[in-house]
């Protein structure tokens, strides 16, 4: 099954820019989606098909994938965007997840 | 508006049979491109991706778990229902339900239910 790798954790200054990445085989040449998910809750979909925004994501949110390596990419971070980010992609008929990174606010 | 919302039990024993079920609303198992996974998260864990079910009956599985998982769905009482045979506390996790959006290959998941927590213990 295909593999996503993520670092466990990132920290960004409140204002500054987040980027959390996901690393697999030639990952650029698959769709990747992006989860937020706080303490608590179900996870929420914020990037879908690399750099797509559902309805009600901020801008601030934003995707990109090339190579071996999607990343997601939160500019002006706020206190509210910490959380537990998920990658995700879809390979022969199974979704994979990547570990997910914690992404802490300073 | 689309709400998903799994149920069953709580505590269940080793060796025990799982059941879940997903009650939706806002979309239709009867309509072309719809479809229903679900997914599960260990405490302090990732995500881990279970089983699918579309619209036409299709079925989808993990790899590593389709020898104890069946999906079915009952399209009258827009429910997808999940059972997991020979619990282990390994399996101990929340468990989700939730829509997918996309076309083949680019499925995602747009909506989620709440998840409900099931222990295994004895």
């Known amino acids: 099954s295909y593999e996503l790798t993520q670092s466990l954790s990132v920290s960004v200054d409140l204002g500054q820019t987040a980027r959390i990445t996901c690393g697999g085989n030639?990952?650029?040449?698959?769709?990747v989606h992006w989860y937020q998910q706080k303490p608590g809750q179900a996870p929420v979909l914020v990037i879908y098909n690399d750099n797509n925004r559902p309805s009600g994501i901020p801008e601030r949110f934003s995707g990109s994938n090339s190579g071996n390596t999607a990343t997601l990419t939160i500019s002006r971070a706020q206190a509210g965007d910490e959380a537990d980010y998920y990658c995700?992609?879809?390979?022969?008929?199974?979704?994979?997840f990547g570990g997910g990174t914690k992404l802490t606010v300073l | 508006q689309v709400t998903l919302k799994e149920s069953g039990p709580a505590l269940v024993k080793p060796t025990q049979t799982l059941t879940l079920t997903c009650t939706f609303s806002?979309?239709?198992?009867?309509?072309?491109?719809?479809?229903v996974s679900w997914i599960r998260q260990p405490p302090g864990k990732a995500l881990e991706w279970l089983a699918r079910i579309d619209w036409d009956d299709d079925k989808f599985y993990s790899t590593s778990l389709k020898t104890r998982l069946t999906i079915s769905k009952d399209t009258s009482k827009n429910q997808v229902v999940l059972t997991m045979t020979n619990m282990d506390p390994v399996d101990t996790a929340t468990y989700y339900c939730?829509?997918?959006?996309?076309?083949?290959?680019?499925?995602?998941?747009?909506?989620w239910g709440q998840g409900t927590l099931v222990t295994v213990s004895s």
């Open positions: 030639n990952i650029g040449s698959k769709n």
């Open positions: 995700q992609m879809w390979d022969t008929n199974t979704a994979a």
């Open positions: 806002g979309l239709s198992l009867s309509t072309s491109g719809t479809r």
């Open positions: 939730a829509r997918m959006g996309g076309n083949y290959p680019r499925y995602y998941f747009d909506s």
